[in-house]
């Protein structure tokens, strides 16, 4: 009678542990969903500024492989980041060629930094979130760009 009462009682623990709901909402499809940040630039807001980083994330969003893309533009480089679409995952490497092929083809004068990464795109993001802050300087935010391109650098 003593081990069917044990036996019970662990059976019951293990159900009320598998049931605990701890995870933040919407974890498990955070890779699928789509933010579409908007470009932003860290120098001065220019007009030129402005629609030079708009045209290159509408060049890199007209790939159809992709579905979400990040730009930011620091003093020397010009970070972009992107999703791939879930089954285009095979081909990665041959995307990011052809978007750097584009962007240097294109604009010759800019120094990107291209990633499919999760997380630089993450970082980028977070970054852009910190910059609507109007306590965030912009020598705070070059710096954490430029620890981001680090970060992608010693990724590849």
Do not use: W
């Amino acid at each position: 009678m003593r081990k069917i009462l044990i036996t019970y009682f662990l059976v019951i623990v293990t159900l009320l542990c598998a049931c605990n709901d701890d995870e933040p909402k919407g974890n498990g499809i955070a890779l699928l969903k789509t933010t579409n940040p908007a470009p932003l630039s860290l120098e001065k807001n220019t007009k030129k500024e402005l629609d030079l980083i708009g045209a290159i994330e509408q060049d890199v969003e007209s790939f159809k492989e992709l579905y979400d893309v990040s730009v930011l533009k620091g003093k020397e480089d010009i970070l972009v980041a992107y999703k791939v679409r879930h089954m285009q995952r095979f081909h990665m490497k041959k995307i990011e060629k052809k978007i750097k092929k584009l962007l240097k083809e294109k604009y010759p004068e800019e120094n990107f930094i291209v990633s499919s990464d999760y997380k630089i795109f993450l970082e980028a993001v977070e970054l852009e979130e910190n910059l609507k802050d109007p306590n965030y300087s912009t020598e705070k935010a070059e710096k954490r760009l430029q620890e981001i391109i680090k970060l992608k650098k010693e990724l590849t």
